[in-house]
């Protein structure tokens, strides 16, 4: 949790500083929904309900973070860190991101305090009619576990201004 | 299709059962098919090795800019919600 209010505050001072950048297409938050997989069960291991935040500080960078509460284990889990979108960042319905985030959650056989790296994507199915809405992704590994855990779910993008 | 269901469409999933769950939405909803293809041929081409080092081409001037407080925030990049 100290590391996330760290991060979190990094974040703020270095996007309030930005030069000749709109806050609103810095900043994005997504309330969300998972299905949640912890290694090779079949069917969802847990649902979480929760949100996402990202600053894009750049075509290809950004840093990330998420919180989320996962019902069925009653656990709260929380991740922060940095992706770089190997899609053509101009794509506004359609990227994948590699990248590598610190995760904490209330359980640590949920999710132990450590570093994973990470592969996601994120689609808009319906850009036309529903752009706030996505489909998203992600598998990561943790790096002292050596665990992989997936998520798949939706995402509801809030404006900001 | 409930939202529960579409998630255990996708049973297994770590990354690789996203292509699964893309074929089984091109089979199952017609409407969506030829969007399910085109995700499916960006994924493909996102991760060929030679569109990866494109990429990494362009990091080192763009964390010069970051460390300089030069944000250019660039498109939506649905996959910052994942």
């Known amino acids: 949790m100290k590391r996330l209010c760290i991060v979190v505050g990094l974040i703020a001072a270095l996007v309030g500083s930005a030069q000749a950048a709109d806050l609103s297409d810095v900043v994005r938050v997504a309330a ?24 894009s500080l750049s075509p290809h960078i950004s840093v990330v973070g998420a919180v989320y509460y996962g019902f069925d284990h009653s656990y709260f889990r ?14 506004p319905n359609f990227g994948i991101g590699l990248g590598a985030q610190y995760h904490g ?9 450590e570093w994973a790296a990470d592969a996601s994507f994120g689609w808009v199915p319906f850009p036309e009619t529903v ?10 590994y943790g ?8 998520i798949l779910g939706l995402r509801w993008q809030f404006p900001l201004k | 299709m409930s939202i529960y269901g579409l998630l255990v469409l996708a049973a297994g999933a770590p990354a690789g059962a996203l292509v ?6 091109k ?7 030829d969007d399910a293809q085109k995700v499916l041929d960006l994924l493909a081409q996102g991760v060929q090795l030679d569109n990866l080092v494109a990429v990494a081409s362009h990091l080192p001037g763009e964390i010069a800019n970051i460390a300089q407080g030069k944000i250019e925030p660039g498109g939506r990049k649905p996959a910052d919600m994942a």
């Open chain 1, 32 to 55: 969300g929904v998972n299905g949640a997989w912890f290694e090779n069960s079949a069917f969802p291991a847990d649902v979480e309900i929760g949100g996402n935040a990202a600053a």
């Open chain 1, 78 to 91: 929380w991740s922060t860190g940095a992706r770089i979108t190997v899609t053509d960042p101009a794509l």
């Open chain 1, 105 to 113: 959650a209330s359980q640590a056989d949920v999710r132990p305090n």
């Open chain 1, 131 to 140: 752009s706030r809405l996505s489909v998203v992704g992600n598998s990561s």
């Open chain 1, 143 to 150: 790096l002292e576990s050596g665990v992989v855990r997936s």
């Open chain 2, 20 to 25: 699964d769950l893309l074929n089984r939405i």
């Open chain 2, 27 to 33: 089979n199952t909803v017609p409407d969506l098919a």
